[in-house]
């Protein structure tokens, strides 16, 4: 039975296109509120329509009202709503054996997060994956960071594209991955790990990111069949996640195009 407390709010124009034309989380929709005073485009026009197209509820506040309403809904990312807001049930999580059964292709790449708890990190990382076409990623339901509002808002509504899978072991998911026949490749620093220039990727293929002060948990490590490195200069000793998977995911895409 539904109800309020299974209600979400995505927000941001991108965000709220994204949700409406891929909606990759399966997601119900409710309602659409609107500052009527907001700036017109034509990706908000878009919106409109097909929620109009879609008989979906569409309520336009005054400016004061909308901004008292996406203050008390959003709190202080309300003020950064663009005037836009959809009521939503929760992000529907993808099912790891399921994908594996159904969804593999001789291409496909997955990404895993081992212990990234960033917000700003995990919306860039889906961003990352939507721009260089990774099929989705992995979380863990513990000690991870999850699917917020925020998550969506800072990957530019690239989350709605994109699947996201949460399960309860990392390790497991990785032996259930290799199962299925993909190549676990692991970030981490220089040590023994091989230069991300001269990595033979194979697929299909999982890549597994730990975060800047930990990196990859050691079972997580050495149950990855290789592990890369990016080259840098000696004035630093590490990258922010999300750069880090916009390099290697982007040199997997320009593999994959050759």
Known sequence: MDN????????????????????????????????????????????????????????????????????????????????????VSPYHYYNLSQYMNAGLTKKSYLVMLDGITDVGNFG??????????????????????????????????????????R??????????????????????AKGQAEHLEKVQWAYPALVVLGSEKKGLSRLVAKNCDHLVHIPMSTRMESLNVSVASGIILYTMYRGLQK
Do not use: P
């Open 4 to 87: 309020n407390r299974n209600r979400e709010y995505v927000y941001g124009t991108n965000s709220v296109y994204m949700a409406i034309a891929k909606n990759a989380g399966n997601r119900k929709i409710y309602r659409l509120f609107l500052n009527k005073h907001r700036k017109k485009t034509d990706s908000t026009s878009w919106i409109k329509h097909q929620c109009l197209k879609r008989d979906i509820e569409i309520q336009e506040m005054d400016k004061n009202t909308f901004e008292s309403f996406a203050s008390e809904k959003l709190g202080d990312a309300g003020a950064c709503s663009q005037g836009i807001v959809l009521e």
């Open 124 to 165: 860039s990382i889906i961003r990352n994956c939507s721009a260089f076409g990774a099929q989705g990623i992995v979380i863990a339901k513990n000690r991870s960071v999850q699917l917020t509002a925020k998550v969506n808002k800072v990957s530019a509504g690239a989350l709605e594209g994109v699947k996201v899978f």
């Open 167 to 188: 399960v309860t072991n990392l390790v497991r998911a990785i032996d259930r991955v290799k199962e299925a026949g993909f190549w676990v490749y692991g970030a981490a």
